[in-house]
């Protein structure tokens, strides 16, 4: 734990509390748990723990946590066991961050911060999120960053940097043509359960996160900025991931890490639209942003497009 003098003072006194889904992840929740014990922000944390259809250990080292860290992290331990047709991702998340909500007891201002039971939070990480809000931002979310602890073949590092490259790219092209004042460059793209924070007014209004087998996390923005939430993705949130390709949730980060490392033992070419499909993205985004309610038609409406076609072939070197 970290000694009190290096603890930061919360940029305004919002109440705040850490969702966790967990489905046997007696392994990795001790990493996690000590990083957030890690915070560089002041006071006692709330967590909440949603054990969901758990059959290893991972409530006994939620409940030793709750001793080890007592007065630091004030842990909430919610156990559930789900139908075959409901265990599966959006019923896990929904129950950590509808407990959440309850928590947060009516506070329209307060903050619901999802997180996964295998990252490992930067010690700024929940300091940052609150500041992405301090910048008139509704939603935060936080960049993913592969744990440079966890080693991985060169064909799958290369092939992650030009991805990464290429998204650079075309967020060089938002800012230029479509800038959103609470979501200013620098910025990444990322907006995933892993590291994932909006007010709790907002998440009540929305509908919370829809009952999905997977993307429930997507699921959840795009509802949430139909409903207004202003979306930002300040460059100092981040949180690491493990590079694990056997994961819980169906459709997640592990099946994305799999299909890297599928595309990357291929060697076969990574196609990606061309930037000139996401200027004019871009440009219509503008257009209808400056229309009455345009902020929120964007969120609807832009789901209705068409697929741009995948019609330039990156350049990916060892």
């Known amino acids: 734990m970290p000694e009190d003098a290096n603890l930061l003072k919360a940029p305004e006194a919002v109440d705040l509390v850490v969702c966790v889904p967990a489905r046997d992840e007696a392994a990795r929740l001790p990493t996690l748990l000590e990083a957030l014990a890690a915070q560089s922000l002041g006071g006692q944390i709330e967590v909440v723990i949603a054990l969901n259809n758990t059959t290893d250990k991972s409530g006994e080292i939620a409940e030793n ?11 909430h331990i919610k156990n559930a066991t789900f139908p075959p047709d409901l265990a599966h991702a959006g019923s896990a998340r929904r129950l950590a961050m509808n407990t959440g909500l309850a928590l947060l007891s009516g506070r329209e201002d307060g903050i619901l911060v999802s997180t996964d039971a295998d990252t490992r939070p930067p010690p700024q990480w929940l300091h940052a999120t609150i500041g992405g809000f301090a ?3 509704d939603i935060v979310g ?9 080693e991985m073949p ?9 991805h990464d490259a290429y998204w650079e790219a075309v967020r060089e092209i938002e800012d230029a043509l479509d800038p959103l004042p609470w979501n200013p460059a620098p910025r990444h793209g990322d907006h995933t359960g892993a590291s994932l924070a909006l007010r709790g007014g907002l998440y009540a209004r929305c509908g919370g996160v829809p009952l999905l087998r ?3 996390d997507r ?3 795009a509802a949430a900025t139909a409903c207004g939430g202003r979306l930002a993705h300040p460059a100092d949130v981040f949180t690491f991931v493990s590079s694990r390709r056997d994961g819980r949730a169906e459709g997640g980060m592990a099946q994305a890490m799999q299909e890297m490392f599928d595309l990357a033992a291929s060697g076969k070419p990574l196609s990606m639209p061309d930037f000139g499909h996401w200027r004019e993205r871009a440009l219509w985004r503008r ?6 309610g345009g902020q929120m038609r964007i969120a609807r409406e832009e789901q209705l497009l068409p697929p ?3 019609d330039m072939i990156l350049d990916i070197r060892p």
């Open 65 to 75: 946590a709750r001793s080890n860290y007592r007065g630091r992290l004030r842990i």
């Open 135 to 137: 910048r008139g931002a």
């Open 142 to 150: 936080g960049r993913i960053v592969i744990d440079s602890r966890e």
């Open 154 to 162: 060169h064909e799958v590092v290369a092939l992650k940097k030009a």
């Open 214 to 216: 997977s993307g429930e």
């Open 219 to 221: 699921a959840l923005v």
């Open 287 to 292: 257009r209808l942003r400056a229309r009455p």
């Open 308 to 310: 741009m076609p995948s």
